[in-house]
């Protein structure tokens, strides 16, 4: 078998070392020595090139048991830098984060129901880029995420029923126009959350699992073996169209022939639920954190409640088989485990009960860590493709 191009062989031992420290956060050149099995004079040119295209810095030194301190090398954030934004019907939520994935910059822009949606998030992107003290020009990847249907194949916005500013144009065409920016991806908000719990929640290490979130909607994301699952037309994990009946006691939105999951799950059913059942609450969110505070009180809601979000779990569970159920979104995350553990007792007599179902551990905003995830994913992918002989 014949051996790589010495510049193949030269960008994949780079490669190597990057993965390495984005993985690990500063090294010695000892330690990528042993983690990667290249030789001393090997790791020294790597860090050399590396050091000398900006992709890696010396970051400090480590104590050494014999001898003087050993330099420390890192990734050089400033790199490449990406921006993640969450767009919900409230609100634009965006964060700039360098190569190592340590946000730069934040931006907040509460929305009004009805914006120009192109205008506000080019706005609200340059206060982000402000906060970290860079420009635009600077940003090399951006994704978006919010409750829309995505095409996989053109990665344009298909449906978006939740923010309707965001509808009637060509959303990807014209959010890099007026950014200025060439690398600009789309993804369903649930599905961003998904990739984060992969990366960094409770779902680490699985291989496949299922994200049922419950918050202004509902909806799931949907990992096998490893990948998102976004289905042939990028509805996989919709939800709210599904028709379920309604198994409640009281506040019953459907008669036996049913209707959309959406119907039963959203804040305005759910806020109706706890209401008949006398609890009064302001949110869903403040009714669950209630229910579950007194539960003797409010055993009846909390029935009900699980009830419901069983059905859609049915739906999820018995399609996908996965290995675990991660429970997000506002509902899911007040709920925590004693939610957890009502919806596998609910299940308990059923073929479903052997899957697991956790909270999710993903803290902060999901959506947008999410998003900063999936562009770290490309802008990182590239560079290291390319290695210092791209650069």
Request: with cysteine.
């Amino acid at each position: 078998m014949s051996g790589g191009s010495p510049r193949l062989l030269r960008t994949l031992n780079e490669r190597a070392a990057m993965e390495l420290l984005i993985e690990h956060g500063p090294s010695t050149r000892a330690e990528l020595e042993e983690l990667t099995g290249l030789s001393k004079a090997s790791v020294a040119e790597v860090l050399r090139r590396l050091e000398t295209a900006g992709l890696v810095h010396k970051n400090g030194s480590k104590p050494s048991p014999a001898g003087p301190p050993a330099q420390l090398w890192a990734i050089q954030g400033t790199a490449s830098l990406v921006v993640g934004v969450d767009v919900t019907p409230q609100a634009i939520d965006v964060a700039v984060a360098d190569l190592a994935g340590h946000v730069l910059g934040e931006a907040n822009v509460r929305t009004p129901k009805k914006y120009d949606a192109v205008a506000v998030l080019s706005d609200a992107v340059a206060t982000a880029c402000a906060a970290a003290q860079v420009t635009t020009d600077d940003i090399d990847q951006v994704v978006i995420g919010m409750p829309g249907v995505v095409d996989p194949h053109t990665g344009q916005l298909t449906s978006v029923l939740q923010v309707p500013s965001w509808s009637g144009f060509h959303v990807l065409n014209s959010v890099q126009e007026a950014l200025g920016i060439d690398h600009v991806r789309i993804e369903n908000d649930v599905n961003l959350v998904a990739l984060e719990e992969l990366a960094q929640g409770a779902a680490t290490g699985i291989d496949t699992f299922a994200l049922l979130w419950i918050g202004e909607g509902v909806g799931a994301g949907l990992v096998l073996r490893g990948q998102l699952w976004r289905g042939a037309t990028g509805r996989s994990g919709e939800l709210s169209s599904v028709i379920v009946p309604d198994p409640v006691s009281r506040a019953r939105v459907y008669d036996e022939q049913g209707g959309p999951l959406d119907g039963v799950l959203d804040p305005r059913a759910l806020l109706r639920l706890a209401h008949a059942h006398d609890l009064n609450a302001r949110t869903p969110v403040d009714a669950v954190r209630t229910g579950f505070a007194e539960p003797e009180r409010y055993s009846g809601f909390l029935d009900d409640l699980v009830a419901r979000i069983a059905v859609a779990l049915i739906n999820v569970v018995g399609m996908l088989d996965p290995e675990l159920v991660v429970l997000g979104g506002p509902i899911g995350q007040t709920g925590g485990d004693a939610l957890c553990d009502l919806l596998a007792q609910r299940l308990g007599g059923t073929l479903l009960a052997r899957t697991p179902i956790v909270t999710s551990a993903v803290q902060g905003n999901p959506v947008r860590a999410g998003a900063l995830e999936f562009g770290l994913s490309f802008t990182r992918d590239r560079i290291l493709s390319a290695g210092t002989a791209g650069r």
